[in-house]
């Protein structure tokens, strides 16, 4: 089978490599459909975090069964599923309190000898307690929002669940990545009345609107934090889900707060420690991180299947499987949000 | 009128000053019944915070209003009320958004020309939006519980909410003083099933036991976490009422807190930061903050007057007002828990 590898920083490859197969009794191997790249992926591509030379990577897809070991009891061959970005068992106290990012006995894909989800077929540890099953065989359309699923949309969900985003209130999401966008796109789906989108890059403007951005704050920094200070009448909103965790986005989030407020962190913090003095004096609340994609996808999939979200509209750039070394050159130029592969 | 006024660290005098007068049409005057000693005035005591000499002090009290400016329509002479630690509009966004200790044109007792909470008489400005009425005229040992809802009992409330105590959960109280006794008593008050209070203190475990602690953790640090971790099957707690805010108590919140769990703060933080890179991966949550006590004395008063709690029991030290000196040393030297004075 051929599948993506990490060969150097700048370099990924799509390499031949063993089929995967059953090797606990509750694995199950998928064919891959569609995958992705990540936001995160870019922080290996850049080298700006270690990953072992010829290592697999990638964390998002979807696609068919096509074996499954003796215990998996909810799934069967011919069964077309989304993979949450980490696998997780769905019975240990942690999954049971919801936060199945951090399963007991759970790992993200392409690490510690669990296969990347770009490749043509993925072996999935606890089948049972990861992969959500899709009713029927999805066209591409479809699979484009499923895939979101798998990572993006359940990453701004995670944002805005843990911002306490609420019926009415005012929002704001710093980051336009396809995780910022999606946040937006979760800000609505909770009924925020007002949802500012930070974004100076108009394609993703243009997304933000979609998702139901109600206005754009084409700046970043003091500025922005003067523009949204300005429309909040000096108070500033209720909840900030930030989505990219740089000195200066967290900074920002914490400039247009308002008391009482919360901010939802699903950007990964580089570096950072969060202002215990200011956040006591302004009663500022800090929550989220590594979201529990695979408690929010059955939430998300049914809106997806009634047609009333479309989370898949981050994908604007759409490649070539041998080809994935473009595509990782296109999000890290920013020419493109997302992208997107078939792969059958 | 006799007022305590901070000498210097170390020393606390009551000093014949000036009686206070309506200066605003929205103030009030309260003749003080009975006021008390904050952990949070030991950092002047004990010089690790400035504070000018000469400065009145104290910041919870409780009596008589005895004059009205022509703008109060809540209150009138007579009526007896409940002052939380700090005044506050009522009106203004943060107010509505309950945030009453973020208030715009609020304050704290004893600082910016407004009168110290320890004294004979109490200029209360924005009198309306401040001070609770309390019905009738209630007798000493009412006084005690009224009194406690000036800042403990709302800051160890405060805890308890921003901590996300939910019904039959298992939660920890980090402090024993009498802010961390309150949370225990809230967490009681939210329907927690496991309360465990962090105390080496016998008097004060007494009190935790009597306000609902299930358990009793005598111990400190790392030694306290293990405990706690082998008493929640490796798992941890659901929330943590940080009431200390210093780097030990701290780090003992977040060594006990599970995947997903929120830290309530309102330990005022001490030459800290919160680790975020810590919180991200283990989507540890954290809020809190200074109390807005106006907003939670209502609730805590009806079930004061009700008999359901008792949150007096946490004064077991009464001074004579005179000597309020000794009060100040009894605290410092953690021979009283808490002190309480009756001025009339």
């Not at 894909?109 to 009713?135: E, F, I, M, N």
């Not at 997806?304 to 994935?324: K, R, S």
Request: negative net charge; proline residues 4%.
């Amino acid at each position: 089978m051929r599948a993506a590898v990490f060969a150097n920083p700048g370099s990924i490859e799509i390499q031949e490599v063993a089929d995967p197969h059953i090797q606990e009794s509750t694995d199950a191997v998928v064919k891959v459909t569609a995958t992705c790249v990540c936001g995160s992926d870019l922080w290996y591509y850049r080298g700006l975090a270690d990953r072992e030379s010829g290592a697999r990577i990638g964390h998002e897809f979807i696609g068919e069964v096509v074996e499954v070991g003796a215990d998996v009891r909810n799934l069967k061959v011919g069964d077309f599923v989304i993979a949450p970005f980490k696998y997780s068992c769905g019975e240990c106290a942690h999954c049971k309190y919801g936060m199945t990012a951090n399963c007991s006995s759970g790992g993200i894909w392409g690490l510690r000898g669990v296969d990347g989800g770009q490749g043509q077929y993925v072996r999935s540890p606890l089948a049972d307690g990861t992969l959500v099953k899709v009713p029927g065989k999805p066209d591409r359309e479809m699979q484009r929002h499923l895939l979101a699923l798998s990572d993006v949309a359940c990453t701004g969900y995670h944002a805005a669940i843990s911002s306490r985003v609420k019926q009415g209130g005012t929002v704001a999401v710093v980051g336009d990545g396809a995780v910022g966008l999606s946040a937006v796109m979760s800000a609505a789906i909770l009924g925020a009345e007002i949802i500012f989108a930070l974004s100076t890059h108009e394609p993703r403007q243009q997304i933000a609107k979609k998702f139901g951005a109600t206005t754009i704050v084409n700046a970043r920094g003091d500025e922005a934090k003067e523009i949204i200070k300005d429309l909040t009448d000096g108070v500033g909103v209720d909840s900030v889900m930030e989505c990219v965790g740089t000195a200066q986005s967290s900074q920002t989030a914490f400039d247009i707060l308002r008391p009482g407020g919360t901010i939802g962190t699903v950007g990964v913090p580089h570096g950072l420690e969060w202002p215990a003095g200011k956040m006591f004096t302004n009663n500022f609340n800090v929550a989220g991180g590594v979201a529990p994609a695979r408690v929010y996808i059955p939430t998300l999939l049914d809106k997806v299947l009634a047609g009333t979200i479309e989370p898949g509209i981050v994908f604007d750039y759409d490649f070539d499987f041998e080809n994935i070394q473009g595509a990782y050159e296109a999000m890290d130029a920013r020419t493109g949000t997302k992208a997107i592969s078939f792969l059958d």
